[in-house]
């Protein structure tokens, strides 16, 4: 599965969605995710997991946690799939109102 493939998947889950768009604001802990979340902090983990192997965050250690962010390779790679998704709609528009005219 190519990496914006795994990366839609995992945000196909609300509270991965929700995890992300926290992490989008800047870098958190678990602690500090699953306490703004209606989920326990293994279930943050787990969740976690899915969106580190998807490429859509990373972790670094800061003392003796975790701490997460957004990972920017992963968020590019959906926006170039999207950009040429986008693109190539346009274009076929672009067509279609062509051969009307």
Do not use: C
Not at 3 to 11: C, D, R, S
Not at 27 to 35: I, K, R, T, Y
Not at 63 to 88: E, K, Q
């Amino acid at each position: 599965m190519g990496t914006y493939q795994a990366a839609f998947t995992a945000l196909g889950d609300p509270t991965r969605q929700l995890i992300f768009e926290r992490l989008a604001a800047g870098p958190l802990s678990v602690g500090e995710l699953a306490a703004s979340l209606p989920v326990s902090r293994p279930a943050v983990s787990q969740h976690l997991k899915v969106l580190r192997e998807a490429r859509l965050v990373r972790s670094s250690s800061v003392g003796t946690r975790n701490v997460y962010s957004v990972d920017p390779a992963g968020v590019r790679a959906m926006r170039d799939y999207m950009d040429d998704l986008w693109g190539r709609a346009l274009e076929n528009f672009a067509r279609v109102v062509e051969e009307e005219q």
